[in-house]
């Protein structure tokens, strides 16, 4: 009975999440030709890449309580198959809470504009021209912690490639809003995969930065 509770409310709340974002679907949503052309040539020049990303371990959403976040699983065949550095953003505000009340949580930030902070800081970001960004899409777009990210490091002038991992939303928001952050930054149109898929198909990973020029 509990365990029926508890699928119901994720349900619900994943239902009224995905709503929120525009019911935009997108499975292994790949780059534009331009725009692949693009990418293909920052490959070919191999400067520095990095990626930045925010994922949330724990309770979630079809994947149950997992010890590693779906994004970090992304993040991490990134850097495997592009040598690409990383910086993951960490807040330990939401450590140890289930997904109902996260999902409300989230929402609330969202709604108030909070900026939660976050641990670390990148000291040599110029050595980077190329940095994908990730996450998981919260209500349609990126956690709140995100948004603290961009108003702290100024990425205009870079190459941005947005991922995310999502249940139903695909990149929701995130590139527009990355774009909105970013406005003289060259953002490409960005990849998303399920969160329930990142651990069986990394292919889908490999796919898509092949068509970038990256692992050729
Ligand atoms: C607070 C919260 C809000 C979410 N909102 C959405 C949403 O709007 N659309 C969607 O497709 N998935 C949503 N999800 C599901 C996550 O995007 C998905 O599980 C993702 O893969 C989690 O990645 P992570 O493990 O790296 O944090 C939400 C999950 C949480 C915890």
Same mark, same amino acid.
């Given at each position: 009975?509990?365990?029926?509770?508890?699928?119901?409310?994720?349900?619900?709340?994943?239902?009224?999440?995905?709503?929120?974002?525009?019911?935009?679907?997108?499975?292994?949503?790949?780059?534009?030709?331009?725009?692949?052309a693009?990418?293909?040539?920052?490959?070919?020049?191999g400067?520095k890449?990095?990626?930045?990303?925010?994922?949330?371990?724990?309770?979630?959403?079809?994947?149950?309580?997992? &010890?590693?976040g +779906?994004? !970090?699983?992304?993040?991490?065949?990134? @850097?495997?198959?592009?040598?690409? %550095?990383?910086?993951? #953003?960490?807040?330990?505000?939401?450590?140890?809470?289930?997904?109902?009340?996260?999902?409300?949580?989230?929402?609330? &930030?969202?709604? +108030?504009? !909070?900026?939660p902070?976050?641990?670390? @800081?990148?000291?040599?970001?110029? %050595?980077?021209?190329? #940095?994908?960004?990730?996450?998981?899409?919260?209500w349609?777009?990126?956690?709140?912690?995100?948004?603290?990210?961009?108003?702290?490091?100024?990425?205009?002038?870079?190459?941005?490639?947005?991922?995310?991992?999502?249940?139903?939303?695909?990149?929701?928001?995130?590139v527009?809003?990355?774009?909105?952050?970013?406005?003289?930054?060259?953002?490409?149109?960005?990849?998303?995969?399920?969160?329930?898929?990142?651990?069986?198909h990394?292919?889908?990973?490999?796919?898509?930065?092949?068509?970038?020029?990256?692992?050729?």
């Amino acid at each position: 009975m509990k365990t029926m509770k508890y699928i119901l409310a994720s349900a619900l709340c994943l239902l009224v999440s995905t709503a929120c974002s525009g019911n935009k679907k997108f499975e292994g949503n790949m780059n534009g030709a331009e725009k692949n052309a693009e990418a293909k040539a920052v490959a070919k020049e191999g400067g520095k890449l990095l990626v930045v990303f925010f994922s949330h371990a724990g309770d979630n959403y079809a994947v149950g309580n997992i &010890e590693v976040g +779906n994004t !970090k699983i992304v993040a991490d065949y990134i @850097s495997e198959i592009t040598g690409a %550095d990383q910086f993951e #953003i960490v807040t330990h505000k939401y450590d140890g809470m289930a997904y109902r009340p996260l999902c409300d949580l989230a929402k609330k &930030e969202q709604q +108030n504009g !909070k900026l939660p902070e976050f641990e670390g @800081s990148i000291d040599n970001l110029d %050595d980077y021209d190329t #940095i994908f960004i990730g996450d998981p899409v919260w209500w349609g777009t990126y956690p709140q912690v995100m948004f603290t990210f961009f108003k702290k490091y100024d990425l205009n002038g870079k190459t941005l490639i947005p991922f995310t991992t999502h249940e139903g939303s695909g990149l929701g928001s995130c590139v527009d809003d990355v774009r909105k952050a970013y406005p003289k930054a060259n953002v490409l149109n960005g990849f998303s995969m399920y969160g329930h898929d990142v651990r069986t198909h990394k292919s889908t990973v490999v796919k898509w930065l092949k068509s970038l020029g990256f692992g050729e």
